[in-house]
């Protein structure tokens, strides 16, 4: 059974930042592709980002390129997402996700079979 845990959500203020991070268990996750995902309410399920982690190559949407960071600790099986020069429009729950490595992503939701619970993330101006 594969398990993924967020944390790290919270409230911060138009230009903060926050770290998020996705915790696996379960599974060896040396062939698995972890992305990030966000909604928010009334709208769908968006990509953010993903991390191949046997090779550590990254993509990211345009909505966060240059301000949000996607990396992996292989020892501790953890993939983070930091996020900088939060805006309001960043407000969602953000989902950690992981899926086998030879699929192809393009950056759909149903690319990934196992999914986090989510933590909140608020944005205020």
């Known amino acids: 059974q594969v398990q993924l845990v967020e944390s790290g959500g919270g409230l911060v203020q138009a230009g903060g930042s926050l770290r998020l991070s996705c915790a696996a268990s379960g599974r060896t996750f040396s062939d698995y592709v972890m992305g990030w995902f966000r909604q928010a309410p009334g709208k769908e399920r968006e990509f953010v980002a993903r991390?191949?982690?046997?090779?550590?190559?990254?993509f990211y949407a345009d909505s966060v390129k240059g301000r949000f960071t996607i990396s992996g600790d292989n020892a501790k099986n953890t993939v983070y997402l930091q996020m900088n020069s939060l805006k309001p429009e960043d407000t969602a729950v953000y989902y950690c996700a992981a899926g086998p490595y030879y699929r192809r992503y393009v950056g759909t939701p149903d690319e990934y079979d196992y999914w986090g619970q989510g933590t909140q993330v608020t944005v205020s101006s």
């Open positions: 991390i191949r982690w046997n090779g550590r190559s990254t």
